[in-house]
C-alpha cells in the first residue's frame, strides 16, 4: 500500500465546471406538450469537470490549487463559493464574455431526465494564458505535481499545455494528464497520460481486441508521446500498466457497481495523489484502484476519503492476503 504519511501539494490546472441537479419525482405528462413533468423536491450544486478531481484530492486529504480562466457571472461566483468551501487555493481570472461552465441535470427518481449545458468552447485569450504561465512560474516549486484536467473546454490550449508540462519537467515536478480529444501531442512529454480503452484505441489506431493488443497501445502511447509511464483505463476491469515492457492488469474490485459516473476523476487524482508522494506507479495505480472500486459503488460525482478506502471489505482483503504471504515467507 502506498505510503500515505504526508498530505502532497498538488495543482490542478483545467476545466472548471459546476454540475447542478434539479431532483425530483415524475408521474405525469404536461398537458401543453408531449413531455414528462418533473416536480422538483431538492436542487444541488457541486464542482465538476476538473472541480471533481479537485474535490476527490481534498477528500483524500491533498493541499490543493487551481488555476483556471471562468467567466464574469454569477456561475464563477458560485464556483468560487464551492472551492472556498474545501479550502481550495485558487488563482482565477474572469474572461469577458466567457461562460463559467454549468451542467444542469433533470433527474425523476433515479433515472436522468434531461441536460442542458451553459458554457463557452472557445480558447481562452492569449492574455489570461500568459497570466496562467507567470503565475505558474512563480508558484512551481510550492507543487509536488501537477494535475492537467482537460474537458476541451479551451483552458488547455497546446500551446499552454506544453508550456506546461516543459517547465514542470526542467523542475522535476511530476504531470498527470486526464486528456481530451484525439491529438495527444499537445500532452508531449507528460509524466502520464490517463486515456480510457476507446481514447487509446483512438489515438493509437490499434483496436484493442485482446491483451497483446493492449500491450501495443500502451507501448505506443508510451513512445510516441514520450512519457515516463503508461496506463489505460479499462473500467470497471481496473487498469493496463506498461511494467518493465510487459503487460500488466491491475483489476478493480468493486463489490457491486452502482454509476460510473465520475470515475475517471477519482483515477486522475488518485494517481496524482500518489505520484506526489513519490510513491511507485503500480503502488499508484493500485491506490486509484482500491479508490475507484469505492466510488463505483455510489451514485452520482462521488468522491473518495483515506477512510473509506482503508475501511473497505476490498481492502481488507488485499491486507489479510499480504499479512499471510508475508508470515508465509518467514
Known amino acids: 500500500m502506498i505510503n500515505i504519511e504526508k498530505k502532497p501539494k498538488v495543482l490542478v490546472i483545467g476545466d472548471l465546471m459546476i454540475d447542478s441537479y434539479l431532483m425530483g419525482s415524475c408521474d405525469r405528462i404536461a398537458t401543453d406538450a408531449p413531455i414528462p413533468v418533473v416536480d422538483v423536491t431538492k436542487e444541488e450544486s457541486v464542482l465538476g469537470g476538473a472541480g471533481n478531481v479537485i474535490r476527490n484530492l481534498a477528500s483524500l486529504g491533498a493541499k490543493v490549487s487551481v488555476m483556471s480562466v471562468v467567466g464574469n457571472d454569477d456561475n464563477a461566483k458560485l464556483l468560487k463559493h464551492l ?3 474545501i479550502q481550495t487555493k485558487s488563482f482565477l481570472i474572469e474572461q469577458k464574455g466567457r461562460k463559467t461552465s454549468k451542467k444542469t441535470r433533470i433527474v425523476a427518481g433515479n433515472s436522468q431526465v434531461f441536460r442542458f449545458d451553459h458554457e463557452s468552447k472557445n480558447n481562452i485569450s492569449f492574455d489570461n494564458v500568459k497570466s496562467l504561465y507567470s503565475k505558474l512560474v512563480e508558484k512551481i516549486k510550492a507543487y509536488d505535481a501537477i494535475l492537467l484536467a482537460d474537458y476541451g473546454k479551451g483552458v488547455l490550449t497546446k500551446d499552454f499545455t506544453q508550456k506546461i508540462i516543459a517547465y514542470a519537467n526542467k523542475n522535476n515536478v511530476k504531470t498527470i494528464v486526464d486528456p481530451y480529444g484525439s491529438d495527444y501531442t499537445k500532452y508531449k512529454g507528460a509524466t502520464l497520460i490517463i486515456p480510457n480503452k476507446e481514447e487509446a484505441q483512438a489515438v493509437t489506431n490499434i483496436e484493442i481486441s485482446n491483451d497483446d493488443k493492449l500491450l501495443d497501445a500502451l507501448k505506443a502511447i508510451q513512445k510516441e508521446f514520450e512519457t515516463e509511464h503508461a496506463i489505460i483505463t479499462l473500467a470497471e476491469e481496473g487498469i493496463a500498466v ?9 483489476p478493480t474490485v468493486p463489490l457491486e457497481v452502482f454509476d460510473v459516473t465520475g470515475s475517471g476523476d477519482t483515477v486522475l487524482a488518485s494517481i496524482g495523489f500518489s505520484l506526489g508522494l513519490n510513491n ?3 503502488d499508484s495505480v493500485e491506490f486509484a484502484n482500491l479508490a475507484t472500486g469505492v466510488v463505483l459503488r455510489k451514485t452520482g460525482t462521488a468522491t473518495v476519503s483515506i477512510d473509506e ?14 499479512k499471510n504471504l508475508a508470515c508465509k515467507v518467514k
Request: net charge negative; hydrophobic share 40%; proline share 0%.
Open 309 to 322: 478506502i482503508q475501511s473497505d471489505q476490498v481492502y481488507l482483503d488485499r491486507k489479510l492476503i499480504e
Open 83 to 85: 472551492l472556498d468551501e
Open 280 to 282: 511507485s506507479i503500480y
Open 242 to 250: 506498461l511494467r518493465e515492457n510487459k503487460l500488466s492488469v491491475m
